[in-house]
């Protein structure tokens, strides 16, 4: 099974800090590596897929790097609106799937 | 619009059945891949199962046995049924629909239903 690590668990900041959520994985994945937001009472919103490639509708402050076993997620500047729990979820073994522990992103 | 809506969530007592619904409107399921995910109580996302376009579906180690994807392409709908509930299976049921085959990212969400199994 492909193990799936997030980094780090839990983050503070400040509207408009530039924050970096890592993941990796424990074999290459490739770039089958997504990103979700994740707010309570809300249906999980797919922000990144293949690793870099931004879904429609999201906003360009959010961004998705890296390929094989280490990936990132940026949010250049954060908004308000942006506080909630990020996932990534590799792909690369399907059809079986499996996502991160999950980074909670906390306003300081 | 493309949406889900999941349904059937309940409390129900350990080693019973329970059958989720997932509509799907604004596409056909029939030629979509779809998902089930999971989110037990403080916990993250657990992903369970999938079904594919042929019908064939897959399951995560944990549900494997107990649970069954099926599907009801005529109305547009979507099945989880459940057998052999345990405590561990508590928690918020998402359907979605998978992007495939080029990155089976899960690019809509319903914004699930809740199953308590407890005694």
């Known amino acids: 099974d492909i193990q799936t690590t997030q980094s780090p668990s839990s983050l503070s900041a400040s509207v408009g800090d530039r924050v970096t959520i890592t993941c990796r994985t424990s074999q290459t994945v490739s770039n089958y590596l997504n990103w979700y937001q994740v707010k309570p009472g809300k249906a999980p919103k797919l922000l990144i897929y293949a690793a870099s490639y931004l879904q429609s509708g999201v906003p360009s402050r959010f961004s998705g790097s890296g390929s094989g076993t280490d990936f990132s997620l940026t949010i250049s500047s954060l908004d308000p609106d942006d506080f909630a729990t990020y996932y990534c979820q590799q792909t690369y073994s399907n059809p079986l799937s499996t996502f991160g522990q999950g980074t909670k992103l906390e306003i300081k | 619009e493309v949406r889900l809506v999941e349904s059937g969530g309940d409390l129900i007592q350990p080693g019973g059945s329970l059958r989720l619904s997932c509509v799907a409107s604004g596409f056909p399921v029939s030629s979509n891949y779809l998902s089930w995910v999971r989110q037990a109580p403080g916990k993250g996302l657990e992903w369970l199962s999938v079904i594919y376009t042929g019908g064939s579906a897959y399951y995560a180690d944990s549900v494997k046995g107990r649970f069954t994807f099926s599907r009801e392409t005529s109305q547009n709908i979507v099945f989880l049924q459940m057998n052999d509930l345990r405590a561990d299976d508590t928690g918020v049921y998402f359907c979605?629909?998978?992007?495939?085959?080029?990155?089976?990212?899960?690019?809509?969400w319903g914004h699930g239903t809740t199953v308590i199994v407890s005694s």
């Open positions: 979605a629909r998978v992007r495939a085959p080029r990155t089976y990212s899960l690019d809509v």
